[in-house]
Nanobody
Framework: QEKLVAAGGGLVQPGGSLRLSCAAS????????MSWYRRAPGKIDESVAR???????NYAESVEGRFTISRNNDENALYLQMNSLTSEDTAEYYC?????????????WGQGTQVTVSS
């Protein structure tokens, strides 16, 4: 019954900000690398940001400097602060938990939240 549920999406104007959250249940995220992905019409899925279980972060070039990924293991939650939003950021955003055990990958995917950037 491992679950990940994203929330916080909505309609915002260009240049605006949103803060997404991903709440985990049924497992502890502390041992997992956590990522945000997004899916837009006509485009392949894009890895937006990743934060490892040790706190290292990576970002896609398209969001570098505008988005910040963070985690709170005590709250069992993942966050994505999105600033200076543009229409190119319009997509469904969802989170993923990954870890390696003995070289084998364990992976969980969550429900997405829609972000629409429009005037």
């Amino acid at each position: 019954q491992e679950k990940l549920v994203a929330a916080g999406g909505g309609l915002v104007q260009p240049g605006g900000s949103l803060r997404l959250s991903c709440a985990a249940s049924g497992f502890a995220i502390s041992a997992y690398d956590m990522s945000w992905y997004r899916r837009a019409p006509g485009k392949i899925d894009e890895s937006v940001a990743r934060i490892t279980n040790t706190g290292r972060t990576n970002y896609a070039e398209s969001v570098e400097g505008r988005f910040t990924i963070s985690r709170n293991n005590d709250e069992n939650a993942l966050y994505l602060q999105m600033n200076s939003l543009t229409s190119e950021d319009t997509a469904e955003y969802y989170c993923c938990a990954e870890r390696l055990v003995g070289g084998l990958r364990s992976e969980y995917w969550g429900q997405g939240t829609q972000v629409t950037v429009s005037s």
